[in-house]
């Protein structure tokens, strides 16, 4: 092998037999495709000749793609975040044979990696046993993380109010989004916010949700040209991203711009939903419905060169006045990216709309767009829930088409015939274990199809996955493993509970256990769901804020909800989904239920009471829009 190449090797136990075999370190880098700084160090350090014939000598290099291997980073995250408090990507660690870390960090340039790794070589060669003996007491530190034990706190509303007090303390008024830059959506915290406003009353949580979501759309996070989100903000204003675009935040955070178009009627929230959702479909769709994992931060070897416009460019491809004016709208320079901040969160009129296409197409021309096309089981399913709740909402029928396409496509080819689910399907085939996060948006997905359809093989998809869930990842002291029992043995068992850009696997599976305790579908779902809602209650304790989506998960559980049972047919079922549309209830549930023999009925029931039948459904309706309470 070239010695300017490093030899990589998969995670796995061939690498650390290798490692104990030849007495050598193992050098662990995990990235992603789209991540800049992965991209740097990859150009500056992993094809420098001395790093790689370092490496090849003297280590056991060990490459991890973390979306492929969410367990393997959380374990070594955690390490990171035991040192140095913090943590990010590029993660770089230097273990032991036995997978212990005595040493992990993020982002290394070139000087800074030569001199660690010359320097953990010599001291390996001559006092190995001080590197086993930190090792294991960072180990001990992992561990600490994922084992600690709580008891179970029954959840209230107080911890709700207390986490919307803190939320207020670090709220950006002037430009929305919480603490100081840089700053990351976190659709978590804002579906939290929506539904706590509409459960509670409390006009705070609104208000921040929506400050929150103008600001992300005058920025220039969200993509005016093209649609859909950037990963996170350095300033802000929301107006400096890091490039890279995820499948994830994207589809996240389309659900909740639709359920903030439906809580507030502001039409630009629907805007910003539906542009969203197209992006997706029109660039990160791939073979057979499935969706790619991401799109790079670096074009042509720079961070966001794809996206920067010139003035120069816009006159040359619109022409003087129409040129003139898009860069007036969008502020656009010298080389600038598109923002309309301090606007209210305009995202074009049709002059406007017009100009983009153009623009898009530009984009497209001027430089490639490289696309990681992995498909995640987890991510894609928060797309099908997405799309399923833009069609619950406005009936429109391309959203509800490719999240059936989609959802058919995690059935066919990434589920067994046991039901166990794949993590990921990649050059043609299904692979690894499925983890929690993948069970529960799965079960979220098809919970989400169910609510837009009345169609009964959605329900009972979901039903089958949450069985699963709890099968296969119950922890016996409370909550859920991220790792399948039986799974691939690693340093920590991971079990992750902190509410970040993306919820915790372990409050979307209570979300699914709620959902269907509110469905009322059978024995037990209830009590699993107030296991779970106690075993995150005393974890979200003292610090509320860090487990919105735990929070959001709790609401239907704190708050009544209104069920209704629905004995009619496909026809009336139809009807009355068209007539729930556009309004915010996300506590309110339909279940379909066999028609009765002397015709259609509903039964409307909260809190264990019900109001009397209704044979017509006008009558129902005007029951449910005037929110009668029983």
Not at 361 to 377: G, I, V, Y
Not at 416 to 445: C, F, I, M, Q, S
Request: proline share 5%.
């Amino acid at each position: 092998m070239a010695q300017d190449t490093v030899a990589w090797m998969a995670w796995g136990d061939a690498a650390f037999e290798r490692a104990r075999r030849e007495k050598k370190l193992v050098f662990l880098h995990i990235g992603f495709p789209s991540c800049h700084w992965c991209h740097v160090m990859e150009r500056e350090s992993f094809q420098d000749a001395q790093v790689a014939a370092l490496l090849n000598a003297h280590f056991v290099p060990v490459s991890v793609d973390r979306e492929e291997r969410p367990d393997v980073d959380a374990v070594y995250m955690a390490a990171c975040m035991a040192v140095h408090g913090s943590g990010g990507w590029p993660l770089n660690a230097l273990l032991t044979p036995a997978r212990q870390p005595f040493y992990v960090a993020t982002y290394l340039p070139r000087e800074a990696l030569l001199a660690l790794l010359q320097a953990a070589h010599a001291r390996w060669e001559r006092r190995h046993d001080r590197l086993v003996g930190t090792g294991a007491e960072l180990s001990r530190a992992m561990r600490a993380q994922f084992e600690q034990r709580v008891s179970p706190q029954a959840p209230g509303t107080a911890l709700c109010a207390r986490a919307v007090d803190a939320l207020e303390a670090a709220y950006d008024a002037e430009y929305g989004g919480f603490g100081p830059a840089p700053k990351f959506p976190m659709p978590p915290t804002l579906l939290f916010l929506l539904r706590q406003w509409r459960a509670s009353g409390d006009a705070r949580a609104r208000r921040m949700a929506e400050g929150t979501l103008v600001g992300l759309c005058e920025g220039g996070i969200w993509d005016h040209v093209g649609g859909g989100f950037m990963r996170y903000a350095t300033d802000r204003a929301w107006c400096a991203p890091h490039y890279e675009k995820l499948l994830c935040d994207s589809a996240l955070l389309a659900r909740v711009y639709c359920e903030a178009w439906e809580a507030t009627g502001r039409v630009v929230f629907r805007r910003v939903a539906e542009r969203t959702l197209s992006y997706l479909l029109e660039e990160m769709r791939g073979a057979e419905g499935a969706f790619c994992a991401s799109q790079d931060a670096d074009a042509q070897g720079e961070e966001g060169a794809y996206y920067l416009l010139s003035r120069r460019e816009m006159l040359d491809l619109l022409g003087g006045e129409e040129g003139k004016a898009y860069c007036a709208y969008y502020g656009i320079g010298e080389r600038s990216l598109p923002q309309r901040v301090g606007h209210g969160g305009g995202i074009g009129t049709p002059r406007i709309a017009a100009c983009n296409e153009r623009v898009r197409a530009f984009r497209r021309a001027r430089m490639p767009l490289a696309r990681d096309d992995k498909a995640l089981t987890g991510w894609n399913a928060m797309a099908v829930t997405a799309l399923a709740r833009m069609h619950a909402a406005t009936g429109e029928g391309p959203w509800l088409e490719a999240a059936r396409q989609t959802a058919g496509f995690l059935r066919e080819r990434l589920e067994g015939p046991d039901g166990r689910l794949y993590a990921l399907w990649k050059d043609g085939e299904a692979r690894g274990d499925g983890l929690l996060d993948d069970y529960a948006h799965t079960a979220l997905a098809a919970l989400s199809l169910y609510r837009a359809t009345l169609e009964g093989p959605w329900l009972k998809w979901a039903v089958s996955l949450a069985r699963r869930m709890l099968a296969d990842f119950s922890a016996q002291d409370g909550g859920f493993y991220l790792t399948p029992h039986g799974g691939e043995a690693l340093p920590v068992r991971p079990r992750e509970v902190y509410d970040g850009a993306l919820p915790s696997g372990n409050a979307a599976a209570l979300e699914v256990l709620a959902w269907l305790a509110s469905l009322d579908v059978g024995e037990g779902w209830r009590d699993a769901a107030q296991r779970q809602a106690a075993f995150l209650a005393a974890h979200a304790g003292e610090a509320p804020a860090q487990h919105t989506a735990a929070l959001s998960a709790m609401l239907p559980l704190l708050y009544p909800v209104r069920l209704l049972d629905a004995h009619a047919g496909e026809e009336a079922n139809a009807a009355l989904l068209g007539a729930l549309r556009g309004r915010y209830d996300p506590f309110f549930y339909v279940k379909a239920a066999p028609r009765a023999q002397k015709g259609e009925v509903w039964r409307l029931c909260m809190e264990n009471a019900c109001l009397p039948p209704f044979y017509d459904l006008p009558s129902l309706l005007r029951a449910v829009s005037e929110e009668v309470h029983i």
